[in-house]
């Protein structure tokens, strides 16, 4: 991580390797980072793959597989966002895959043999540069499921790739990391000290840097806080002993599959009202949240629990989201939709596994009225 | 980590692999993990090694070489706290070099070849299983000098094991995580806002749980607090893209070597001097740490950074510690003798690199006199 490090993958790449480059649309090259990569490779035997979509989709991937094995490639580089990364962790197992790699996600995952991967990471959000896990939709069947593999063997982070991103995909971005975090503090209090402390030592940071980055995006200083935050929000440090939820994003994936919303932006819609309708299960921690993030410090127990929702919500609304489904114009049918999902898999999600279909459409519809 | 973890040992060393397991004095006999280490590893080929001591010393580590060449082994398992860990390090690097191992404590040591070293911790203080630093120490010229290795491939940590620790050791090893934790972060300000909020989330943890430990040394969770906050100082997890000091430590590596003082009372002894003299260049940063890890709000900069001192030292001495080099019966001899040896060596040590001879001293005549 720091400035200039791109120039840095040929020492982090054996010589001998035969890489394939996988890309998302295009914005790399007007950004400076596919020259840097370029030059940084030019001694190397390189393969590119261009197009690997926002929520990358099997149909995309098949086609890198396909082109991965025809050039025989033996090194994997990822160059872009989460999308870029977590299509390439299933290019990764895929090349080395006889059968079609979407058998791969419903396969028992961690003994799945794969190409190794490093990345350059353009877009801090969701991780996915310092951890195994990746999301990977159809298309055809608008499903969206986890897969879990291989870790990148080096990730290069340069924060100033990221002067130039669009507001939008820095919202969404922060959102991730916050929500990222929640998902593995929001439980039961009293795990660990330690662990508390330092995912509230994430969300102090995001909420201190969120609206000095929306002021001004090119500071060095503010974008390195950020993106050393998204990395640290999902690579296992802060999840040490302490109960986990991933409720919210397993909600809203299914918004994501079914409309095409941003992640970060769906966790903008999910998690408060996730918040609202547990707030009982969740309401020390949330005590806890609202005087350590918000200093919310007076109040009755009620009180302070819908002031530290209001404020979470606030400040998504803050960084330019919607937080609502009727600002995005989705009504009840997907949530029925959502709910014979979660029906037809016996969905049990949160700490304490009671995010079932019906749970799921509370939240849901608690989230259908006007802000 | 957790309860009963020592039993999957097993599971972390191959099975053919003939392993030297190096103890301390034999304190592992009367808790109880001495019995659980030779029942999980029941079926492997072993050799003890006992009496690597506090401040382990080359005397006693060329002894175990010796032991471990001639039975030729090809695994390690240090079972015990920082010292025995620290000691098997060196052995680890010795077994594999032809010549005297004190000549290692002098090479260009990353590039040195080791035989896998695991670990079962003991007393929670040092970090060093999970980082690849030791400390050696030589009798013979009472020198005493810092090694970088290998990595432990695994540790072991029950927080159970450490209910019987004497609470002399208990507070030195609060003590060592407290300063190897501001050693990383008491520096220059505005390097990064994440790693400064989860250095506070170690100092916060060790302030609420200390005088608890005091009162009860057998509860699982505030050991277990302990357990993973003195890991957690010193793995690099809170270092990253920030200056270090370690000014403290070298200075009190010199009053262990000539006085026998463990080495956390010496951090409680030098490193409050240290602020005292440094509080200037330091004064940003203590004004930061007195708000967040003590509430100190008020008052102008030198008062906020008097208390940010005083109560740093109380903290110390609120474990049961002494702070001053008159109540250890040291005085102005020892002092001379540390210029003397940082003069040798030009030592320059701290994030400005101006801890000098002549700055050891001035930071050491400022433990002289009564508290």
């Not at 793959?49 to 149909?59: A, V």
Request: proline share 3%.
């Amino acid at each position: 991580m720091g400035k200039g490090v791109i120039a840095n993958l040929n020492k982090e790449i054996p010589a001998d390797k035969r890489v394939m480059i996988t890309f998302g649309g295009g914005s790399v090259k007007n950004n400076g980072v596919y020259d840097q990569v370029k030059e940084a490779l030019k001694d190397y035997d390189t393969v590119e793959f261009w197009g690997i979509e926002p929520n990358p989709s099997i149909e995309t991937l098949r086609k890198a597989i396909e082109l991965g094995k025809e050039k025989k490639v033996d090194f994997l580089l990822a160059v872009g966002g989460g999308s870029v990364i977590d299509g390439t962790k299933l290019i990764s197992a895929g090349l080395l895959y006889d059968g079609d790699a979407w058998d791969l996600l419903l396969t028992h995952q961690s003994a799945i043999d794969t190409v190794p991967l490093g990345t350059v990471l353009t877009l801090p959000a969701t991780g996915s540069e310092m951890n195994n896990g990746a999301v990977i939709s159809r298309h055809e069947t608008k499903e969206k499921y986890a897969f879990f593999s291989n870790f990148p063997v080096f990730s290069i982070l340069d924060p100033e790739v990221t002067f130039t991103l669009p507001p939008h995909q820095v919202a969404c971005g922060l959102v991730d990391t916050f929500v990222h975090t929640v998902e593995q503090y929001m439980t039961t209090p009293g795990q660990s000290r330690l662990m508390d402390r330092w995912a509230e030592g994430i969300l102090q940071t995001l909420v201190e840097i969120a609206p000095k980055i929306r002021e001004n995006q090119n500071d060095y200083q503010l974008m390195a806080d950020f993106m050393l935050s998204a990395t640290m929000a999902l690579n296992g440090f802060t999840s040490m002993g302490v109960s986990q939820d991933w409720a919210t994003h397993m909600i809203g994936h299914e918004l994501t599959a079914l409309h095409g919303l941003s992640h970060g932006h769906t966790l903008a819609i999910v998690y408060p009202a996730t918040l609202r309708i547990l707030r009982e299960a969740k309401g020390d921690k949330l005590i806890q949240y609202g005087e350590r993030v918000w200093n919310i410090t007076s109040g009755t127990r009620d009180e302070r629990i819908d002031a530290a929702i209001a404020h979470t919500e606030e400040f998504f609304r803050s960084l330019g989201l919607t937080t609502r489904l009727c600002e995005e114009k989705i009504g009840l049918e997907t949530i029925d939709e959502i709910e014979r999902r979660f029906n037809a898999r016996n969905a049990a999600y949160g700490e304490n596994a009671n995010v079932t279909a019906a749970m799921a459409k509370t939240i849901l519809n608690s989230c259908l009225k006007e802000f």
